[in-house]
């Protein structure tokens, strides 16, 4: 039998439910993770001309994370979150950047791996590096847009006009290239993002500023970092 009391708070509940849609366990276990106080924190520390502080949002992320309900389940998701939002920090400098500084410029700007013929260059276009984890080269832009639903070798630019979209290619990278090593430590995630540059001495400078973040990130969130931080 239901008392009155009890009816009406399932009732409310099951309102609730309604209005609010359906939400997975993972995603409030990231919500939870990724509160305000934890993002506004790291992108706090940009300068406020950056053009990022106007992009980045939480609530772009956590769409985001919608789309990839694997996001946080390769290990603690407190671990997890705390590596990708340092890589995040590092290519993004505390979310002030949206598109590589010298992108448009750098010599190879075009970023474009002419041998990849399954994702052929658009001549007119550059894949320089865009969005939170600064996603760069042809091969990635194609099968980035296709599985997200954008044309990212005709409109690259997207992933730095569209939040949204901008951290769904952080996070198709994650899981399709990093989330596969994270048993292995941070330092294999390093390997993973950008190993050829910064890995076996190439940048210790750079290698110590993501272990930093990752560290301070650990320490906020309550986990321990584990082994194998460097790379």
């Known amino acids: ?38 993002f506004n924190g790291i992108i706090d520390q940009s300068d406020p001309s950056c053009a990022g502080r106007n992009f980045y949002t939480r609530s772009a992320f956590l769409e985001a994370t919608n789309s990839y309900p694997q996001f ?25 950047y949206i598109e590589e500084i ?26 320089y590096g865009r969005g939170p984890l600064q996603i760069s080269w042809n091969y990635n832009y194609g099968p980035a847009g296709q599985s997200i639903g954008f044309d990212g070798l005709n409109s690259p630019e997207t992933v730095a006009n569209d939040p949204v979209i901008s951290f769904k290619t952080a996070l198709w990278f994650w899981v399709n290239n990093v989330e596969p090593v994270l048993s ?14 910064e890995c076996n001495g190439g940048n210790p400078a750079a290698v110590e500023a993501r272990v930093g973040y990752y560290t301070d990130y650990c320490n906020q969130l309550g986990v321990d970092p584990g082994p194998n931080l460097r790379c």
């Open 1 to 38: 039998m239901l008392f009155p009391n009890m009816m009406k708070g399932l009732l409310t509940v099951f309102v609730v439910g309604i209005f609010a849609g359906p939400v997975s366990v993972k995603a409030q276990s990231v919500a939870n993770i990724v509160t305000d106080a934890f």
């Open 72 to 96: 946080g389940t390769a290990d603690d998701t407190r671990r997890e979150v705390a590596a990708f939002f340092a890589h995040v920090t590092h290519e993004t400098g505390h979310f002030c």
């Open 102 to 127: 010298a992108g448009p410029t750098y010599p190879n700007s075009q970023y474009c791996d002419p041998t990849n013929t399954q994702y052929p260059c658009n001549p007119d276009k550059s894949y």
């Open 184 to 197: 292995q430590g941070f330092g294999a995630t390093i390997r993973a993002i950008n190993g050829a540059i």
